[in-house]
């Protein structure tokens, strides 16, 4: 069974202070590793996809690595505007059906 | 219009109402989702339709119906919900090529409270 998860559940930061979100995965032939971004009360919005190891993706100040067991995606000096639940999805061989981890809710405080 | 839109985007029922959920994808994509979003708990997919054909149906209650009428409208048809039922809805669409790693993109979700 395909597995995804994420940590930690909850992450504080100072605005400024740099620091890197986990997702490991556990998927039978990985055709890809999502990274999404979601507002309350929003829906997903897509970031990344990552779909080998040893890739990386950069958007701002966000930056997504892949190796063959986990994710990581990294917030370069964060700002209060990226303040925000990151989820992560892996899909398998099959259909686009992605497995989702809870998610990691950021607060960056001013 | 842009992306994937979900009306309503909340609603409030009873347990003996009938509603429907709408979703319309305007990326021109051939295959539409529903997902169910619970607090604490991750995304769980409910059905994929494909090329207009409903490909998975993940052990969903009778009482959650779809229907795709087209590749661009999807509809999520509620019947005697539980208060267990009430969650945030999203609809997604992609473009499926088999074997490669598609993008699912994502509505604002419609928000259902079952009272």
């Known amino acids: 069974e395909d597995q995804v998860t994420q940590s930690p559940e909850a992450l504080r930061l100072q605005e400024g202070e740099s620091s890197s979100l986990n997702c490991s995965y556990t998927?039978?032939?990985?055709?890809?590793l999502f990274w999404y971004r979601q507002d309350p009360g929003k829906g997903p919005e897509f970031l990344f996809t990552?779909?080998?190891a040893g890739e990386e993706k950069e958007k701002e100040r966000l930056k997504a690595t892949l190796t063959k067991k986990e994710s990581f995606l990294h917030i370069t000096a964060p700002k209060p505007e990226d303040s925000a639940t990151y989820l992560c999805a892996a899909g398998d061989s099959g259909y686009s059906t992605l497995t989702f981890g809870k998610g990691t809710m950021l607060l960056v405080s001013p | 219009e842009t992306g994937v839109t979900q009306t309503p985007r909340h609603l409030v029922m009873g347990m003996t109402n009938k509603k429907s959920l709408k979703c319309e994808q305007h990326l021109g994509h051939n295959a539409m989702y529903w997902y169910k979003q619970s607090a604490k708990k991750p995304l769980e997919l409910m059905f994929v339709?494909?090329?207009?054909?409903?490909?998975e149906n993940n052990s969903v209650p009778s009482r959650f119906s779809p229907e795709c009428p087209n590749s661009s409208h999807l509809f999520l048809h509620l019947h005697t919900l539980q208060p267990e039922d009430s969650a945030l809805y999203l609809c997604?669409?992609?473009?499926?090529?088999?074997?490669?790693?598609?993008?699912?993109?994502f509505g604002e979700g419609s928000w259902l409270t079952v009272v």
């Open positions: 990552l779909y080998s």
């Open positions: 339709y494909n090329f207009k054909e409903q490909t």
């Open positions: 998927v039978s032939g990985l055709r890809g």
């Open positions: 997604a669409s992609s473009q499926e090529d088999r074997g490669s790693g598609n993008t699912i993109y």
